[in-house]
């Protein structure tokens, strides 16, 4: 079955720096790709996906990338504000299932 | 906020106890799914449902019962039988299991047994 990595799990960046997180997909039939942020205490909310016959999104500062030779994925987040602290969490759809990595805990210093 | 609510929010259980918590959407999503989130963790996959009567088992069944009776509701059983069950549960819907679409969360319900 799928298996999701995500990589960091903890993520400290400087106010205004960049933020990347990566995750790798085992399951090349996968085709769906969301990432979701949770803030602490509250539900899981879509933040960007992409699919599979794309290989780059952008929405402000927010964008997601994806290479499926390489199965792995990653989200990059620019000009880095306080709000932007949370988990994160990357998935995969695999057969009718999202399959979710661990999380990244994105902690921004002031 | 999405229209899919969770009850109650906070619960507590004595250790062989069941309990039930609630999941409703009014969404008119087809696909309703049940995760357990434990502290630092991901989210897993308790059961799912992609239409009405029909449910299939997650990673991590064991310990849990669901029924879907009507399209808006999923509830889901913690029985005795789950040894480890304090954690958050989160409930999701989609539009349609078979697509590419994004699911929704309610607001989470935190169990603690006692």
């Known amino acids: 079955g799928e298996n999701v990595e995500q990589h960091p799990s903890t993520l400290s960046v400087q106010e205004g720096d960049s933020a990347v997180i990566k995750c790798t997909y085992s399951?090349?039939?996968?085709?769906?790709f969301p990432w979701y942020k949770q803030e602490l205490g509250k539900r899981p909310q879509l933040i960007i996906d992409?699919?599979?016959n794309v290989g780059e999104k952008k929405d402000q500062r927010i964008a997601v990338t994806l290479n499926k030779t390489a199965k792995h994925f990653s989200l990059h987040i620019t000009e880095t504000q306080p709000e932007d602290s949370a988990v994160y969490f990357c998935?995969?759809?695999?057969?009718?299932?999202?399959?979710w990595g661990a999380g990244t805990k994105l902690i921004i210093k002031p | 906020d999405g229209g899919i609510t969770q009850s109650p929010k906070y619960l507590f259980r004595k250790e062989g106890q069941n309990v039930t918590l609630s999941c409703e959407q009014n969404?008119?999503?087809?696909?309703m799914y049940w995760y357990r989130q434990d502290p630092g963790q991901g989210l897993r996959l308790i059961y799912y449902?992609?239409?009405?009567?029909?449910?299939q088992k997650g990673d991590i069944a064991e310990g849990y019962s669901v029924s879907r009776e009507k399209k808006e509701s999923f509830p889901l059983t913690v029985t005795s039988a789950q040894k480890n069950p304090t954690a958050f549960y989160l409930c999701?819907?989609?539009?349609?299991?078979?697509?590419?679409?994004?699911?929704?969360f309610g607001p989470g319900t935190r169990l603690t047994v006692l």
């Open positions: 999701a819907s989609s539009p349609a299991e078979y697509g590419n679409n994004e699911q929704f």
């Open positions: 969404l008119n999503h087809d696909a």
């Open positions: 449902s992609q239409i009405v009567n029909d449910f």
């Open positions: 399951d090349s039939a996968s085709n769906y």
């Open positions: 992409i699919r599979s």
């Open positions: 998935a995969a759809k695999s057969n009718y299932q999202l399959i």
